[in-house]
């Protein structure tokens, strides 16, 4: 994004300690068994939006700080082939929050588009059914699977996250048409195997999660620090606070819990420096192999889970001859 050396791998930031992340509250509706995106409300106190994730409907929740549903809302005319990630911010012209929810889980890098949805915020929390605008997508350079969305809260420009070994940030069009597919463009590297991201409140920094770590950027995509994540079963999503001191994040699974993780001052600090002339870039960056921080704990890690996602296959491909 703006200021990106290109074909220049990203120095390594220094990984954080745990700070003491705390549990915020844990979903206690039934029906959120696969909550995949999270995001709290733009416009009300103590309100989080939650989705599910695959082979799920068009649905998205209200919950309370307590953990229960306020409302549910139905998505008119929308599908949920893949539901992976949802944004939440304020529209700067009216005021009024605006969701988006991602519908660009790829397990197969097959789908020749992708869509997202856009609904203004429900004015009140009661269950109904809502209209949305829908957008497809497409990659320039080919299908992929991703599971994260940020939406820039200045410019309302929307950028969607690769899953993958080697992940990449894409931007979309400054203006998204509902009527003709809009291409994303590679712009940034990104952590291997993201599952959600999200752009800070004031627009002075963005976070990628992964199943190890989440990563702090500013808007041009230098990298701030790595800030270590609670131990979690499936770690799906990432988004900040309101006043964006802290980090939020959740699992997939029933009565899965959501935790508060603090972003240490100096780090915020180190955002804000560059807040003034830091502005999202949408040329397409040169071919690179990204190297993002990783460890040799990271790397080890998932050369493990590749190897046991690889014998888990073979073992179902056999039984099912």
């Not at 733009?42 to 306020?70: E, I, L, M, Q």
């Not at 699974?253 to 870039?281: E, H």
Request: charged letters at 25%.
């Amino acid at each position: 994004m703006g200021g990106l050396a290109l074909g220049c791998a990203l120095p390594a930031a220094p990984a954080l300690a745990d700070e003491g992340p705390q549990k915020v509250f844990t979903f206690k509706d039934p029906r959120i068994t696969e909550s995949s995106g999270l995001a709290p409300s733009p416009t009300r106190d103590g309100v989080y939006y939650t989705h599910n994730d695959s082979s799920a409907a068009p649905v998205f929740y209200a919950v309370g700080s307590d953990g229960r549903t306020k409302a549910t809302f139905r998505l008119r005319g929308a599908e949920a082939r893949d539901w992976e990630a949802m944004a939440a911010v304020k529209d700067p012209a009216t005021g009024r929050g605006v969701l988006w929810f991602a519908d660009i889980g790829d397990n197969q890098d097959s789908w020749p588009d992708v869509s997202v949805y856009r609904v203004d915020e429900p004015e009140t929390l009661r269950d109904a059914t809502l209209t949305a605008t829908r957008y497809r997508l497409r990659y320039a350079d080919g299908p992929r699977n991703a599971e994260g969305i940020m939406v820039h809260p200045g410019t309302g420009r929307l950028y969607v996250v690769s899953k993958q070994f080697a992940g990449s940030v894409y931007a979309a069009p400054k203006k998204l048409r509902a009527d003709r597919t809009n291409v994303l463009r590679r712009v940034a590297a990104a952590p291997i195997m993201a599952t959600d991201a999200a752009y800070a409140p004031d627009g002075s920094s963005y976070v990628v999660r992964t199943y190890i770590s989440a990563t702090l950027y500013r808007p041009s995509g230098e990298m701030i620090a790595r800030v270590s994540m609670p131990e979690l079963k499936q770690a799906e999503s990432i988004a900040y606070t309101r006043d964006g001191r802290y980090l939020l994040t959740g699992s997939e699974g029933a009565n899965s819990p959501v935790y508060r993780v603090p972003i240490p001052a100096r780090d915020r600090q180190a955002k804000a420096v560059r807040t003034v002339t830091a502005t999202p870039s949408t040329r397409p960056v040169a071919k690179q192999t990204p190297r993002e921080g990783l460890s040799g704990r990271d790397v080890l890690v998932w050369l493990a889970a590749a190897a046991g996602a690889t014998g888990m296959i073979t073992f179902l491909a056999r039984r099912t001859r």
